[in-house]
């Protein structure tokens, strides 16, 4: 039981570049949702998805784009890397959505030069 | 949307004493109010919640209140200890859609 699992951990991007952040949770919740953090200004809240099929825009949505693939697994999307995107990004998974516990992964760590 | 202030943004205690995080929230329809611990270079953890209906929770040494006439909640932790050093997130949600966090408070217990 593996729990919420991100993959990269660690990326390095030139300006410009796309890439793909993966998410899958095998705790069979609802809701999973895409956090970044930066020191000073807490987890704010890019993307969430309520339910399979659903995703909606949260805090700072502006530059990425998600995918709900299945129950399972939420990606997040930056087509065009910028610098002010550089953060640690956590996702996170929920049986009961905003009332309940929020489950998080480790973490990637993304830099963008 | 929903806006969650958290103070103070650092805080040192001595081991033993107590440690008090506020979080002030600004939609009067937010019924959650969770508080999360993160250890340096760790994911983050729910420690304790309450909800609307509940004006104080306790855990053992952790303890949260609510005044949701004021729209504030607070964390308190008694009897300190070092490894209660992290960074503590309170946070805000009405319904199951989103959650809303503060800025953190860095607190640090010296021995």
């Known amino acids: 039981n593996a729990g919420v699992t991100q993959t990269p951990k660690f990326q390095v991007l030139k300006t410009g570049q796309s890439m793909t952040l993966q998410c899958a949770q095998d705790m069979n919740h609802n809701s999973m949702y895409w956090y970044r953090q930066d020191p000073g200004m807490g987890l704010r809240l890019i993307y969430y998805?309520?339910?399979?099929?659903?995703?909606d825009k949260g805090e700072v949505p502006n530059g990425y784009n998600v995918s709900r693939l299945n129950k399972r697994e939420f990606s997040l999307r930056l087509e065009s890397a910028a610098p002010s995107q550089t953060s640690v990004y956590f996702c996170?998974?929920?049986?009961?959505?905003?009332?309940?516990?929020?489950?998080f992964g480790e973490g990637s760590r993304l830099t963008v030069l | 949307g929903e806006n969650v202030e958290q103070h103070p943004s650092t805080l040192s205690v001595q081991e033993g004493d107590s440690a008090v995080i506020k979080c002030t929230y600004s939609?009067?329809?937010?019924?959650?109010f969770p508080w999360y611990k993160q250890e340096l270079g760790k994911r983050p953890q729910l420690i304790i919640d309450i909800r609307s209906n509940v004006g104080e929770k306790k855990d053992q040494r952790i303890a949260v209140t609510l005044n949701k006439t004021a729209k504030h909640f607070s964390l308190h932790i008694t009897e300190t200890q070092p490894e209660d050093s992290a960074v503590y997130f309170c946070a805000a949600s009405k319904g199951t859609d989103k959650l809303i966090f503060g800025t953190g408070t860095r607190l640090q217990v010296f021995p």
């Open positions: 998805s309520a339910s399979e099929g659903t995703t």
């Open positions: 996170a998974s929920s049986e009961i959505g905003a009332a309940g516990e929020l489950f």
């Open positions: 939609d009067s329809a937010s019924n959650y």
